[in-house]
T-cell receptor
Framework: DSGVTQTPKHLITATGQRVTLRCSPR?????VYWYQQSLDQGLQFLIQ???????AKGNILERFSAQQFPDLHSELNLSSLELGDSALYFC????????????FGPGTRLTVL | GQNIDQPTEMTATEGAIVQINCTYQ??????LFWYQQHAGEAPTFLSY????GLEEKGRFSSFLSRSKGYSYLLLKELQMKDSASYLC?????????FGKGTRLHILP
């Protein structure tokens, strides 16, 4: 158990809908990272938040957004969902620096029908 | 992955040593990650190399050559539980770019 929690574990929805994925980092970790993993694209870095502020941005679509709240939990919002958004979404937490170990949550499996 | 290359699959024998190579584009490069991912599970951080040279952590070691854009992950005394995918990822311009991963099969 990494200490990072993600909810829900599974999510099934339809094209055009909007969903919110939630992540609670390990106690003491100020950074939250979001990743998407699909069979064809592999693992992709989406975005990083540090202590409530966006710090780094990867291959995140404009239809996707994220935020980190004062209690440090984070939410990833996915809107206007397409079939290709079906994937595993991982959250990881870590310290202030990139060379700090990142601890991954169990992931949320999103299926868009 | 974008400009991160690693072999798709490798096979090795229990108790042996295996080296998984990774090459990357050096422009804007900050450091290199290695992750382990068992099927159906989340990735696990193995290492992050910034400086040239070898870093050892128990049975696993990671090597980096910044000038050559080359890294490898060395696994010693292989165990069946080491059967997994190993992901190389470059840290560049505050982004992480992953390779497709190397699926390692361990034979008894």
């Amino acid at each position: 158990d990494s200490g990072v929690t993600q909810t829900p574990k599974h999510l099934i929805t339809a094209t055009g809908q909007r969903v919110t994925l939630r992540c609670s980092p390990r106690s003491g970790d100020l950074s939250v990272y979001w990743y998407q993993q699909s069979l064809d694209q592999g693992l992709q870095f989406l975005i990083q938040y540090y202590n409530g502020e966006e710090r780094a941005k990867g291959n995140i679509l404009e239809r996707f957004s994220a935020q980190q709240f004062p209690d440090l939990h984070s939410e990833l919002n996915l809107s206007s969902l397409e079939l290709g958004d079906s994937a595993l979404y991982f959250c990881a937490s870590g310290g202030s620096s990139w060379d700090n170990e990142q601890f991954f949550g169990p992931g949320t499996r999103l299926t868009v029908l | 992955g974008q400009n991160i290359d690693q072999p798709t699959e490798m096979t090795a024998t229990e108790g042996a040593i295996v080296q998984i190579n990774c090459t990357y584009q050096t422009s804007g490069f900050n450091g290199l990650f290695w992750y382990q991912q068992h099927a159906g599970e989340a990735p696990t951080f193995l290492s992050y190399n910034v400086l040239d040279g070898l870093e050892e952590k128990g049975r696993f070691s990671s090597f980096l050559s910044r000038s050559k854009g080359y890294s490898y992950l060395l696994l010693k005394e292989l165990q069946m539980k080491d059967s997994a995918s190993y992901l190389c990822a470059g840290h560049r311009d505050d982004k992480i770019i992953f390779g497709k991963g190397t699926r390692l099969h361990i034979l008894p």
